[in-house]
């Protein structure tokens, strides 16, 4: 299982880490610009070994924050996990 961090940064709001391994993490924020609050999934990377400040690399999505239930409501069902899920079949 993947270690999760949480933590509450006073100039970044709430982020979560999970580490994919030693080198890389993925980092889940909530960011505010353009006049609009979204939830940021990013992978970062330690560029010189677990010790080193992370950097954020151009791998991830930038969500509108009135879509981050209905993302996480469809992650939870196609991982198998009940979920209030609507599938419009095409």
Avoid: W
């Avoid at 270690?3 to 080198?23: C, F, H, M, V």
């Avoid at 890389?24 to 353009?34: A, G, M, N, R, Y």
Wanted: with cysteine; hydrophobic share 35%; net charge positive.
């Amino acid at each position: 299982m993947s270690k999760i961090i949480t933590s509450a940064q006073k100039d970044k709001g709430l982020r979560a880490e999970i580490e994919r391994n030693q080198r890389t993490v993925v980092v889940i924020s909530k960011e505010h610009f353009s006049g609009g609050s979204f939830v940021e999934i990013r992978i970062h990377y330690r560029p010189s070994g677990p010790q080193s400040a992370l950097s954020p690399t151009k791998k991830g999505v930038t969500i509108p924050i009135g879509k981050a239930d209905s993302i996480a409501c469809a992650i939870k069902a196609i991982a198998g996990e009940p979920a209030e899920l609507l599938i419009n079949p095409q």
